[in-house]
């Protein structure tokens, strides 16, 4: 039951966007994030396009990439009445005490895009990266503030032990459910207090599994004779390829044209 | 000075890859708030050697001390008395521990907690990594390694996705990309069901037979022992009995009395012989027995 | 008193891209009071089929009936249910939570309903069933070596007294001594309470030395489900699927092929031994030597 969830939720196809380079992704997805809130009018149509062609060359079916839209569901209805309601400007409606004016309804309208735009583009991004590139593009990108000690090698082990064990836990989170019910545990009925005081039984197992599981999982770091990320050499190296390039000179242009948009007050 | 260099590496030859002399492990226990703390010896004045290349099988029930044991040639425990010696590398020495740790590699039992790697060839690539081999390099012992415990087919596949034994065997292939001497495995098969057990076995007899690498198996399964050079029974932190297999299972009562078994086989055999049935001492296999009684 | 398997289905992520059948069209009876072995390799749905048993999982397809009633039918009180069939899960110990062992116990029958005295009788009573000692049912179940553990775990099921025992490989990981002792206890708790016990086991060896009545499960389906003598019988079939049967099968077959007149369904070394030394006191009794026979 558990076990069907899938992390992150990477979808295997062999397109250009697989293929880039992590880093890319995650720079290219923080100017698109930029550049949906540099725009005006005319701007939302280059977004508009950039997005389409890029879903096109991810080869990832649409049904997958809009999945992602129900979560933020109820964050867009909210934006929007608030957006509706509370923009002053002229009147188009007014119904009691509620007015609607032409601008709210305009930046209803652009936020709800912006947002449905960022969700898009972010899923993009992880559907076409396994969340080991993801972890390896933050390492690399996040390198330069390992001058400042940021420990950024730990973190991004951190994650990668994470992304490993979530499944596992998860499982195990299922089963001792079940031999708790075995015994007469009860997680359904009661109040709320009841029904923290119920999770007890739960809870305390699942911890110490883990616990243990951190415990052997050093230690078989230890025998392997991980020393944290000094004078570590890497399996798979992020090495930047000429269609890297060509696609960070994309970004720039998308850029540029988005700013230029902006300034002309387009 | 030539001599004594003569000397050594003639030493070298005789002594064993694993030496340990009167090692000891102490540990404080401690029982009750407000209590002095209990010292715990888990293991005690244990003295053994391992030769190049040898499969060695270590049995002992649950809190005999063979774990600790384990640990101690990987350098994870360093010994509070006595001394443990890795290919004349005292475990002590704090400059040599990874050197160690790369010379002995370590399986342990529960498969799913010594994968590190969210894809089976990234696990593998864990060791050489770490060791600072370079990038080509580490891919040809990645192959070679994967190759060798028969899960090469494997290396883009999730761990979590594995059965037990397919685990343990890219266990086995990770410590093997390190190039190890020695691979010392913690009761590998324990967690697992008969034909993962058959399949991890089988990878470790074969990286013994084909690439001489010096096998310590630390086990509760009596069948898997028949196979070793020689056993090591230990109890209550102390090695009790050593010899060969046949030498140690003809010994039936006395691995009773330290709550072990012997296999089924030897058991059969055993039984018969207290009826009067003229029979060699420590049958291992079925051939044996066979051939015993119809001839 | 009877569990009851009628036709049962299960489908895992019924519709979905996963979609695997884990069990199809299981009939299965199981009497009060028979001591049942279930065998089969990894992923051949013993796990699923034995968390039908309780109620903890629900057929896709099929009834499963306790005493004659469909347990899923609307009202029936499953956590009742859960009282009457004790499942052990493997690796018990996992699921210890409290503070000392007898506290860890008495979570089942407090769950019942039970008076705080009665939960300690009855938890003392199953600790005691088990082997456990006395002296240590203050203890925090975590200080316990992982044999006592286990015995502590198997405990917090029997003190719910239930009719049925169902446990999943409740020797995996322990030492040959710790395993014989537990197969032991059950044996006894099965004779002098009279209570069911299925166990799930990949030993042939113990299923072979205490069962009355083997199931074999291959690819969700009954393979075989018979006494172990006919069951490995089938030595060859059982090979066949990922399984095998206990070594004095194989020693017998092998003593046969060579002319000794032995009965080939000895499954057990007593067993082996016995008919071992009829064969060559009757190949004495004829002047033969071993040699000749051969």
């Known amino acids: 039951m558990l076990r069907d969830i899938t992390l992150g939720q990477y979808y295997p196809a062999d397109s250009i966007l697989h293929r880039l380079d992590p880093r890319v992704k995650f720079v290219g997805t923080l100017v698109y994030v930029i550049s949906l809130f540099l725009f005006h009018n005319w701007g939302y149509l280059l977004g508009t396009v950039f997005l389409a062609v890029m879903i096109k060359l991810s080869k990832v079916p649409f049904k997958f990439i809009t999945k992602g839209l129900k979560s933020i569901f109820v964050l867009l209805a909210i934006t929007m009445v608030f957006n509706i309601l509370f923009t002053p400007g002229e009147v188009l409606v007014r119904i009691w005490k509620i007015t609607i004016t032409r601008e709210g309804v305009a930046m209803a309208c652009r936020m709800s895009v912006r947002l449905i735009f960022l969700m898009?583009?972010?899923?993009?991004?992880?559907?076409?990266?396994?969340?080991?590139?993801?972890?390896?593009?933050?390492?690399?990108?996040?390198?330069?503030?390992?001058?400042?000690?940021?420990?950024?090698?730990?973190?991004?082990?951190?994650?990668?032990?994470?992304?490993?064990?979530?499944?596992?836990?998860?499982?195990?989170?299922?089963?001792?459910?079940?031999?708790?019910?075995?015994?007469?545990?009860?997680?359904?009925?009661?109040?709320?207090?009841?029904?923290?005081?119920?999770?007890?039984?739960?809870?305390?197992?699942?911890?110490?599994?883990?616990?243990?599981?951190?415990?052997?999982?050093?230690?078989?770091?230890?025998a392997r004779c991980y020393h944290g990320g000094e004078g570590r050499t890497q399996m798979k190296p992020l090495r930047y390829q000429t269609r890297d390039y060509a696609a960070y000179g994309v970004l720039v242009a998308y850029l540029v044209c988005s700013i230029g948009l902006r300034v002309c007050g387009l | 000075?030539?001599?004594?260099?003569?000397?050594?590496?003639?030493?070298?030859?005789?002594?064993?890859?694993?030496?340990?002399?009167?090692?000891?492990?102490?540990?404080?226990?401690?029982?009750?708030?407000?209590?002095?703390?209990?010292?715990?010896?888990?293991?005690?004045?244990?003295?053994?050697?391992?030769?190049?290349?040898?499969?060695?099988?270590?049995?002992?029930?649950?809190?005999?001390?063979?774990?600790?044991?384990?640990?101690?040639?990987?350098?994870?425990?360093?010994?509070?008395?006595?001394?443990?010696?890795?290919?004349?590398?005292?475990?002590?020495?704090?400059?040599?521990?990874?050197?160690?740790?790369?010379?002995?590699?370590?399986?342990?039992?529960?498969?799913?907690?010594?994968?590190?790697?969210?894809?089976?060839?990234?696990?593998?690539?864990?060791?050489?990594?770490?060791?600072?081999?370079?990038?080509?390099?580490?891919?040809?012992?990645?192959?070679?390694?994967?190759?060798?415990?028969?899960?090469?087919?494997?290396?883009?596949?999730?761990?979590?996705?594995?059965?037990?034994?397919?685990?343990?065997?890219?266990?086995?292939?990770?410590?093997?990309?390190?190039?190890?001497?020695?691979?010392v495995l913690d009761e590998p098969t324990a967690m697992l069901d008969p034909n993962g057990r058959k399949e991890v076995l089988r990878a470790v007899r074969k990286l013994n037979e084909e690439k001489g690498v010096t096998v310590i198996l630390i086990t509760h399964y009596m069948e898997e022992v028949v196979f070793a050079d020689r056993v090591f029974v230990m109890d209550n932190g102390k090695l009790v009995m050593q010899g060969t297999p046949r030498e140690i299972f003809s010994e039936v009562e006395k691995l009773k009395e330290l709550r072990l078994d012997v296999p089924q086989v030897t058991l059969l055999a055993y039984e018969l012989r207290k009826n009067g049935v003229d029979l060699p001492e420590g049958i291992l296999t079925i051939e044996e027995l066979v051939n015993a009684l119809c001839h | 008193?009877?569990?009851?398997?009628?036709?049962?289905?299960?489908?895992?992520?019924?519709?979905?891209?996963?979609?695997?059948?884990?069990?199809?069209?299981?009939?299965?009876?199981?009497?009060?009071?028979?001591?049942?072995?279930?065998?089969?390799?990894?992923?051949?749905?013993?796990?699923?089929?034995?968390?039908?048993?309780?109620?903890?999982?629900?057929?896709?397809?099929?009834?499963?009936?306790?005493?004659?009633?469909?347990?899923?039918?609307?009202?029936?009180?499953?956590?009742?249910?859960?009282?009457?069939?004790?499942?052990?899960?493997?690796?018990?110990?996992?699921?210890?939570?409290?503070?000392?062992?007898?506290?860890?116990?008495?979570?089942?029958?407090?769950?019942?309903?039970?008076?705080?005295?009665?939960?300690?009788?009855?938890?003392?009573?199953?600790?005691?069933?088990?082997?456990?000692?006395?002296?240590?049912?203050?203890?925090?179940?975590?200080?316990?070596?992982?044999?006592?553990?286990?015995?502590?775990?198997?405990?917090?099921?029997?003190?719910?007294?239930?009719?049925?025992?169902?446990?999943?490989?409740?020797?995996?990981?322990?030492?040959?001594?710790?395993?014989?002792?537990?197969?032991?206890q059950l044996a006894s708790l099965h004779k002098t309470r009279g209570i069911s016990v299925v166990l799930v086991s990949h030993s042939m060896e113990d299923i072979a030395k205490y069962v009355e009545r083997i199931i074999v499960m291959n690819h969700g389906h009954v393979a075989f489900d018979d006494t172990p003598k006919k069951v490995f019988a089938h030595y060859k079939e059982l090979e066949k699927i990922g399984l095998a049967a206990p070594q004095m099968t194989y020693i017998m077959h092998a003593l046969k092929e060579h002319g000794m007149d032995v009965d080939v369904t000895a499954t057990t070394v007593e067993e082996a031994r016995d008919t071992i030394l009829a064969a060559l006191g009757s190949q004495k009794k004829n002047g033969k030597k071993g040699a000749e026979v051969c």
């Open chain 2, 1 to 183: 000075m030539k001599s004594a260099r003569m000397q050594k590496k003639a030493g070298n030859n005789v002594m064993g890859m694993i030496r340990a002399a009167g090692l000891g492990y102490e540990y404080l226990r401690y029982e009750e708030e407000g209590q002095e703390p209990e010292v715990t010896k888990a293991i005690e004045d244990v003295s053994l050697e391992i030769q190049k290349g040898q499969f060695i099988a270590v049995l002992g029930h649950n809190g005999s001390g063979k774990s600790t044991l384990a640990k101690h040639i990987n350098a994870l425990l360093v010994p509070t008395e006595g001394t443990m010696w890795v290919d004349d590398m005292k475990t002590t020495d704090e400059e040599d521990v990874w050197k160690i740790r790369q010379k002995a590699g370590m399986v342990f039992q529960n498969p799913d907690n010594q994968i590190i790697g969210n894809v089976v060839e990234e696990d593998v690539g864990f060791g050489p990594e770490n060791l600072g081999v370079p990038t080509d390099e580490i891919w040809k012992r990645v192959e070679e390694s994967l190759t060798a415990t028969g899960m090469i087919s494997y290396r883009a596949h999730s761990p979590n996705k594995l059965s037990g034994g397919q685990k343990q065997r890219v266990a086995i292939a990770g410590v093997m990309a390190m190039q190890p001497e020695c691979i």
């Open chain 1, 120 to 222: 898009i583009g972010s899923s993009l991004m992880t559907l076409t990266t396994t969340p080991n590139q993801l972890t390896d593009a933050l390492e690399s990108l996040l390198g330069p503030l390992k001058k400042i000690h940021v420990p950024v090698h730990e973190i991004s082990m951190m994650m990668s032990i994470a992304l490993r064990f979530i499944p596992i836990l998860l499982e195990e989170t299922d089963k001792i459910m079940k031999a708790q019910m075995a015994r007469g545990a009860d997680f359904e009925s009661g109040n709320i207090i009841q029904r923290v005081k119920n999770m007890v039984p739960l809870l305390v197992p699942l911890f110490i599994s883990a616990f243990r599981r951190a415990n052997d999982l050093a230690l078989a770091m230890e």
């Open chain 3, 1 to 184: 008193m009877s569990l009851k398997l009628e036709d049962v289905t299960y489908t895992y992520s019924p519709g979905t891209a996963y979609e695997m059948h884990a069990l199809e069209h299981i009939n299965l009876e199981i009497p009060n009071g028979q001591f049942v072995g279930i065998i089969g390799h990894t992923g051949s749905g013993k796990s699923t089929l034995v968390q039908h048993l309780n109620g903890l999982i629900r057929p896709t397809l099929g009834r499963v009936l306790y005493n004659g009633e469909d347990i899923w039918k609307e009202g029936y009180p499953l956590r009742e249910l859960r009282s009457h069939v004790g499942l052990v899960f493997q690796y018990p110990e996992h699921q210890l939570f409290e503070t000392d062992v007898i506290t860890d116990v008495c979570f089942g029958p407090k769950n019942q309903g039970l008076s705080p005295e009665e939960c300690r009788k009855r938890a003392e009573e199953a600790l005691d069933h088990v082997g456990f000692p006395k002296e240590m049912y203050e203890k925090s179940p975590f200080e316990l070596s992982g044999g006592q553990k286990r015995r502590v775990a198997i405990a917090g099921v029997l003190a719910m007294n239930p009719d049925f025992l169902v446990l999943d490989e409740p020797t995996a990981g322990l030492d040959p001594k710790g395993r014989d002792e537990i197969l032991d």
